[in-house]
Structures are given as structure tokens and as C-alpha cells.
């Protein structure tokens, strides 16, 4: 079956359809982190409903000094990978299809949740990032959106967004994929050198070593995670550490030396000129 390609709302709303849509959110540079959100799309709507991919290089969300155009754009490539993986189309807007007004004056705001970890350190991303999830969804219509728990600062945004201002659509967060060596995929791997590469596999080491003290508690599992990070930061290349934390997985702050139950650690970290984030859920105290 060939995978379409729709570049309009109109366009993508013409094609067949049968049973529940799902949509999959990319700015392109497929991956297999993506592929796994394409099939997990078709088991959750089934073989006859419809799964879109988007690829939107979306510019609300580059700050200074982050470069648009040197972002990847890789559509060929995308869409063989997206109808390997199972979806119907590839819906690949303009950016004037997205934002017809030009930049809108109107947008999403994250509000305090978007302005911690990433959003501190990415001032304005989250607004972005919201902005354009929240045109998508209009734009697509889907009864389900599926977005990676790699991002997960990002994912916790969106299901809080569907929940403040009733978007008709469920949320499903999909585990974060690794490769061989246990690195988080990203479309960011592809910058990073063989030494960058080793220096990077600490930010995963770091986590496991986190989430194996999460029975002791948040103050054991910071300190096994940071001395892992703390030997990254002497190694050559150097591991460059932009946060550590570990953090309630519904609002992103910071949990209490006391806290037990559910959590999120997460690490953001550069390796060269690469920037990387990668996060492991855990559960604090006593096992359920």
C-alpha cells in the first residue's frame, strides 16, 4: 500500500477513513524511536484504522542560537520508514499551511511547568511546542496522539494542555526506544563522534545506577546518579551536565527527600556540540 502524503488539512481530510485515526507527532529525521510509535499506533486503532505521521519542522520552537536550518529534513526517507511501520500518511504541511496568519499572535502558554528543567533552559520552547501540538490536533482530527516518554517533560505538558482545555483526544505516552549500548535514540545521535558516543553512554548509566537506589530514597538515588555524571565530567570528551533531577512526574518539580511513590529522573546533559536528554521512571520507598 502506498503511504500518501497529504500537504493540506483539506487534503488529509479526503482520504479514506475508517474506524479511529491515530496521529504521531515528528519534525522529521525519522527514526526506529519513531517507528515504534507507528506500530504501537496501528495496535492501538487496528488494521482498519488509519495512522498519520506528521513532519513539521515547527520554528516556534528554536530559541537564539538554536539553528533552523540546520535542522534534518529527510522527507523520502520519513515517509519510507513511517509506511514501513505501518502508517496510512505522512502529512507534511508548509509552514504556511500550519501558521497561514504568519508567527500567531495568539499561542499556548506552558505556565510554571514550562518553565522548569528544559523550559529553563530553553526559554520559550514549551510555548512552541504546545502551540503547534494543539494546531496539529486540529488540524488531524485523530481520536489518539502517541508521543515518546524520552521527552518526558514534554509529554507531561501535552496530557496537562488536553486536560486544562478539553481537546477531544487521548494521550498515550510510549516507552523511550534505545539502541544496542542502551543510548536513547534521537535524531541528535547522528552529530556525535565515537568518543562523544562513550562519553554519552554515562547519561544512561547514570539513571540505571539512579533507579537501582530508588528503594533507599530521592536522596540516595540523586547521589548515585550524580557520581556516575561527576566521572562524565572528567572523562575526554567531557560530559557537560545542564540538570539532574528527580521530579514528580505530573508537574516536574522537584520531589522531597521524603517523597515516596511514583517519580521521574531526568538528566540533560552536552557531549561536544551535541545536547542530549534522556529520563527513567522509577517508584520511590518500598516496592508495590
Known amino acids: 500500500m502506498t503511504t500518501r502524503i497529504p500537504r493540506t488539512a483539506e487534503e488529509l481530510h479526503a482520504l479514506p477513513r475508517e474506524g479511529r485515526r491515530a496521529v504521531v507527532m515528528t519534525m522529521g529525521a525519522l527514526h526506529e524511536g519513531h517507528a515504534t510509535l507507528v506500530r504501537s499506533a496501528r495496535e492501538l486503532v487496528g488494521p482498519a484504522g488509519q495512522v498519520v505521521v506528521t513532519v513539521f519542522v515547527n520554528p516556534l520552537q528554536f530559541g537564539a542560537g538554536e539553528d533552523l536550518d540546520r535542522y534534518p529534513r529527510t522527507l523520502d526517507a520519513d515517509v519510507e520508514l513511517a509506511g514501513r511501520a505501518g502508517a496510512d500518511a505522512v502529512f507534511a504541511p508548509a509552514v504556511e499551511e500550519v501558521y497561514p496568519g504568519g508567527e500567531p499572535q495568539v499561542r499556548i502558554t506552558a505556565g510554571p511547568m514550562g518553565e522548569r528543567l528544559e523550559g529553563a533552559s530553553r526559554p520559550g520552547h514549551f510555548d512552541g511546542m504546545l502551540t503547534v501540538v494543539a494546531k496539529l490536533l486540529h488540524l488531524t482530527g485523530p481520536d489518539v496522539a502517541l508521543f515518546g516518554q524520552k521527552d518526558a517533560q514534554q509529554l507531561a505538558l501535552i496530557r496537562r494542555m488536553v486536560r486544562d482545555l478539553n481537546f477531544p483526544v487521548e494521550i498515550v505516552g510510549v516507552p523511550t526506544v534505545r539502541e544496542g549500548d542502551n543510548l536513547a535514540l534521537s535524531s541528535r545521535n547522528r552529530y556525535l563522534s565515537e568518543g562523544d558516543r562513550a562519553t554519552a553512554l554515562e547519561i544512561s548509566r547514570a539513571l540505571l545506577t539512579g533507579a537501582a537506589a530508588a528503594g533507599v530514597g530521592p536522596?540516595?538515588?540523586?547521589?548515585?546518579?550524580?557520581?556516575?555524571?561527576?566521572?562524565?565530567?572528567?572523562?575526554?570528551?567531557?560530559?557537560?551536565?545542564?540538570?539532574?533531577?528527580?521530579?514528580?512526574?505530573?508537574?516536574?518539580?522537584?520531589?522531597?527527600?521524603?517523597?515516596?511513590?511514583?517519580?521521574?529522573?531526568?538528566?540533560?546533559?552536552?557531549?561536544?556540540?551535541?545536547?542530549?536528554?534522556?529520563?527513567?521512571p522509577l517508584y520511590l520507598g518500598a516496592q508495590r
Open 219 to 280: 536522596a540516595a538515588v540523586r547521589d548515585a546518579a550524580r557520581a556516575v555524571l561527576d566521572q562524565a565530567a572528567r572523562a575526554e570528551p567531557p560530559l557537560l551536565l545542564d540538570y539532574l533531577a528527580l521530579v514528580d512526574p505530573s508537574d516536574f518539580t522537584e520531589l522531597a527527600d521524603d517523597h515516596t511513590g511514583e517519580a521521574v529522573l531526568v538528566v540533560a546533559a552536552r557531549v561536544g556540540t551535541t545536547r542530549l536528554i534522556d529520563n527513567i
